[in-house]
């Protein structure tokens, strides 16, 4: 499995660009990485994916260096509302074994 | 609306009385998943469902078991529930193993 390193928590002003980092360096060639967020104790809330390619959609950026090892998510402008867990996954299957491997996630806290 | 649903959302029980936590979802999804959620341990895989009688191990399926005779539901089983099951418990649904996972709203159990 490919497992995630993200850094316990992080810190933001509001307004500024939120840049959350994500270790995957055993990640195999046909795995996507996901990022949700959790707030409070409301059910994760899927935010963006890619394989290979940098994406964006109108919630957030996600940059997937070449090398596929690391990936940051980047809220634009962050908002109070942001403050929450973010979860980097990788999805793995094998075979047709498909365990989601959820990590401690980073506790952002957007600061006022 | 597309939504996953459970039930109950609080719970209360005591050590050894079976209960069932249901899921619903109204998305057609084929791929269905139950995590629980305790503090420090981020979330955990219980069990999968790629579709109809279909069912696999996640990462913590001890003390727990689930069914899915028809797509839209997925409950979970506790059939003698002791107190380290006390946590918060999602489900989620998806397409399939690949796409964006919706999850439900939680559902907390306490265990005494």
């Known amino acids: 499995d490919a497992k995630t390193t993200q850094p316990p928590s992080m810190d933001c002003a509001e307004g500024r660009a939120a840049n959350l980092p994500c270790n995957h360096s055993?990640?195999?060639?046909?795995?996507?990485v996901y990022w949700y967020r959790q707030i409070h104790s409301q059910g994760p809330q899927y935010i963006i994916h890619?394989?290979?390619n940098n994406e964006t959609n109108e919630m957030a950026s996600l940059i997937i260096t070449e090398d596929r090892k690391s990936s940051t998510l980047i809220l634009p402008h962050a908002t109070l509302r942001d403050t929450a867990v973010y979860y980097c996954i990788v999805r793995v299957a094998v075979n047709r074994d498909d365990k989601i491997i959820f990590g401690k996630g980073t506790r952002l806290h957007i600061l006022p | 609306e597309a939504q996953v649903t459970q039930n109950p959302r609080y719970l209360i029980t005591v050590t050894g009385k079976k209960l069932t936590v249901t899921c619903s979802q109204n998305m057609n999804h084929e791929y269905m998943s139950w995590y629980r959620q305790d503090p420090g341990l981020g979330l955990r895989q219980i069990y999968y469902?790629?579709?109809?009688?279909?069912?696999d191990k996640g990462d913590v399926p001890e003390g727990y078991k689930v069914s899915r005779k028809e797509k839209r539901n997925f409950p979970l089983i506790l059939e003698s529930p002791s107190p380290n099951q006390t946590s918060l418990y999602f489900c989620?649904?998806?397409?399939?193993?690949?796409?964006?996972?919706?999850f439900g709203p939680g559902t907390r159990l306490l265990v005494l």
């Open positions: 469902s790629m579709n109809v009688e279909v069912t």
């Open positions: 989620a649904s998806s397409w399939d193993r690949v796409k964006t996972q919706y």
């Open positions: 055993t990640i195999s060639g046909n795995e996507y």
């Open positions: 890619g394989l290979k």
